[in-house]
């Protein structure tokens, strides 16, 4: 592990990283980690009962944490997850012990430097029985460096009681692909909270992270806002599979297209008694040209199971724009403040810290869109 990484310093870089919610020199995180390429650079907890290292080390210090691994992802998924099966594989690990409730998130970076790379990565997170733990995951790539690939598998383990909250902001240049694969599984009363925002172009993103809601009144929400702007193909969804009884599930998207294509897919799966569901996927067009796709699937299994959705897509609509002129707003400011309160999505259940990164990003969103 180095202390100092040189090339992490200048003003261009630490900006970067500061657009997906890392700041290195802040202290108030509870643990950081940063990843180059394949190398880890940055491993530090500074919060008693928060662990965090590479899953390299991790896995040479914990025999144990081999029982982990691909019981959420499957390996055989696909091409990627088979393809990040392999010795170069890293990742981080991350650990909140029994009991232990972390005020401050534990920020990790997954950053691309070299041109052309394929970056493969293995995390997986573990939230122990009535811990509480925010993580913040940015991911982005050098300046400068605009195509490469990302494959990454995410592993959650929210014990009975824990609550785990995830927020994921990508920033990637225009001729990345970036190809997630996570899944969380859940035990009695825990929660499990996913955010993801993509703010930039990228060539391709095409994720669809599931939760297994296997205990009795576990939990989850998916929360995700998506700007796709020209030349990206965004192909984004979230599921949550109700096994436990009186398990609940929340899906919300936003989606922007100025000139991209964004597929919004949204599953909900009843497989026990009392489950409850309910899943709502917007779009807003800013563009003649792109096109969002809105998929919401319902699945009952069960006679006594509640599941709904709502989908809408549109465009601004101008007497918004005119009433809001009527009342001294510029065009453009009547605008920015109309996709605002699109954007403006009321995200449940995380800290005012988690909050203020996404409102963040969402600021620098709105000045590229207009």
């Known amino acids: 592990m180095s202390e100092r990484i040189?090339?992490?310093?200048?003003?261009?870089?630490?900006?970067?990283?500061?657009?997906?919610g890392i700041e290195l020199e802040s202290d108030r995180r509870s643990a950081t980690f940063v990843q180059i390429d394949q190398e880890s650079v940055i491993s530090r907890s500074f919060f008693e009962g928060v662990e965090i290292m590479s899953i390299r080390d991790a896995l040479e210090k914990y025999d144990w944490l081999k029982d982990y691994f691909w019981k959420a992802v499957k390996k055989d998924q696909d091409d990627y997850t088979r393809e990040v099966d392999s010795s170069?594989?890293?990742?981080?690990?991350?650990?909140a012990?029994?009991?232990v409730r972390v005020q401050f998130p534990v920020e990790a970076c997954l950053y691309l430097r070299t041109q052309g790379h394929k970056q493969k990565v293995h995390n997986i997170i573990i939230a122990e029985?009535?811990?509480?733990?925010?993580?913040?995951?940015?991911?982005?790539?050098?300046p400068g460096v605009a195509a490469g690939l990302h494959i990454g598998i995410s592993e959650f383990f929210v014990k009975k009681g824990a609550r785990l909250t995830f927020t994921m902001i990508h920033s990637w240049e225009s001729d990345i692909e970036v190809r997630?694969?996570?899944?969380?599984?859940?035990?009695?009363?825990?929660?499990?909270?996913s955010n993801y925002v993509l703010m930039n172009p990228v060539r391709l993103v095409q994720m669809y992270p599931t939760a297994f809601l296997n205990g009795r009144n576990s939990r989850a929400i998916f929360s995700s806002i998506v700007v796709g702007l020209e030349g990206s193909n965004v192909d984004i969804g979230?599921?949550?599979?109700?096994n436990g009884e009186n398990s609940s599930a929340e899906i919300i998207s936003r989606a922007i297209s100025r000139g991209g294509r964004i597929v919004a897919r949204g599953s909900l799966v009843g497989n026990a008694p009392e489950v409850k569901g309910h899943l709502e996927c917007k779009g807003l067009m800013l563009s003649q040209n792109g096109s969002i796709v809105a998929i919401p699937e319902l699945e009952a299994n069960y006679p006594d199971v509640e599941l709904s959705h709502e989908a809408a897509i549109?465009?601004?609509a101008e007497e918004e724009i005119f009433y809001l002129m009527a009342r001294g707003f510029s065009r453009d400011e009547a605008t920015s403040a109309i996709i605002r309160g699109f954007l403006d999505l009321e995200i449940k259940d995380i800290p005012e810290m988690l909050k203020a990164e996404i409102d963040k990003a969402i600021s620098?969103?709105?000045k590229d869109l207009l």
């Open 97 to 99: 012990k029994k009991g």
């Open 129 to 142: 029985e009535g811990s509480e733990l925010n993580i913040i995951s940015g991911c982005t790539s050098h």
């Open 180 to 193: 997630p694969r996570s899944a969380a599984i859940v035990e009695e009363n825990g929660t499990f909270i």
């Open 364 to 366: 620098l969103v709105e």
């Open 314 to 316: 549109g465009k601004i």
């Open 88 to 95: 170069d594989v890293n990742g981080y690990f991350i650990r």
């Open 6 to 20: 040189p090339e992490l310093e200048s003003e261009q870089v630490k900006k970067r990283l500061e657009s997906v």
């Open 238 to 242: 979230s599921r949550a599979v109700l």
